[in-house]
């Protein structure tokens, strides 16, 4: 089992910057994949970026490629979602996904956090 808890979110300005963090405990294995994932009013739910716990290769949507980074710590088993340069279309809410590579729903998902980009 593996629990994950979002944390960072908020009200910025676009332009402004915001660092999204997830939290792991339990059983992460190596070969897991961390993922963040946004859902705004009305729409489904897309994946942003994700990376690979053992080696820390990512990945990143087109939408969000420049703009975001994703990194981990694994001695804090924490995710981070550095966002710069927003835009009121960010505004979601934000998910952190772990599990075995692709990432789907019955896998490990935290509580999510809002991110609100105002114009």
């Known amino acids: 089992q593996v629990q994950l808890v979002e944390s960072g979110g908020g009200l910025v300005q676009a332009g402004g910057s915001l660092r999204l963090s997830c939290a792991a405990s339990?059983?992460?294995?190596?070969?897991?994949?961390m993922g963040w994932f946004r859902q705004a009013p009305g729409k489904e739910r897309d994946l942003v970026a994700t990376?690979?716990?053992?080696?820390?290769?990512?990945y990143y949507a087109d939408s969000v490629k420049g703009r975001f980074t994703i990194s981990r710590d694994n001695a804090k088993n924490t995710v981070y979602l550095q966002m710069n340069s927003l835009r009121p279309e960010d505004t979601a809410v934000y998910y952190c996904?772990?599990?075995?590579?692709?990432?789907?729903?019955?896998?490990?998902w935290g509580q999510g956090t809002q991110v609100t980009v105002s114009s």
């Open positions: 996904a772990a599990g075995n590579p692709p990432l789907r729903e019955n896998d490990y």
């Open positions: 339990g059983r992460i294995v190596s070969s897991y994949v």
């Open positions: 990376i690979t716990w053992s080696g820390g290769n990512t």
